[in-house]
């Protein structure tokens, strides 16, 4: 029923930035949540950054101060402003999204299929 479609990734230097999309086909029914998660060979997956649709934020602590997260509610998209790259934030970047369940909390149930952001030294 929900899919997500992210854009954006691709090779860039130290110190650069890039902006990764994600667009969401289909509804999630509110309250919800729509984040950003990584991967890189050999670790686990990690949040990077999640927003709610009534616009509370969270963000992992190596990348606070230089990624910004946002979302258009009315357009079922979310964003993340990538500044400042590090060469440790290669990895597969993931859309994921969800709806809250009063016992469960927030539950990410989809996902976009990944996107590769390399950061060379």
């Known amino acids: 029923q929900v899919q997500l479609v992210e854009s954006g990734g691709g090779l860039v230097q130290a110190g650069g930035s890039l902006r990764l999309s994600c667009a969401a086909s289909?509804?999630?029914?509110?309250?919800?949540?729509m984040g950003w998660y990584r991967q890189a060979p050999g670790k686990q997956r990690e949040l990077v950054a999640s927003i709610t649709d009534g616009g509370n934020t969270k963000y992992a602590d190596s990348v606070k101060g230089r990624f910004t997260i946002s979302r258009d509610n009315a357009k079922s998209t979310v964003a993340l402003q990538m500044n400042s790259l590090k060469p440790e934030d290669t990895a597969v970047y993931y859309c994921?999204?969800?709806?809250?369940?009063?016992?469960?909390?927030?539950?990410?149930?989809?996902w976009g299929q990944g996107t590769q952001v390399t950061v060379s030294s």
């Open positions: 994921g999204a969800g709806s809250y369940h009063v016992l469960r909390g927030y539950q990410i149930r989809y």
């Open positions: 289909g509804s999630i029914s509110s309250p919800n949540v």
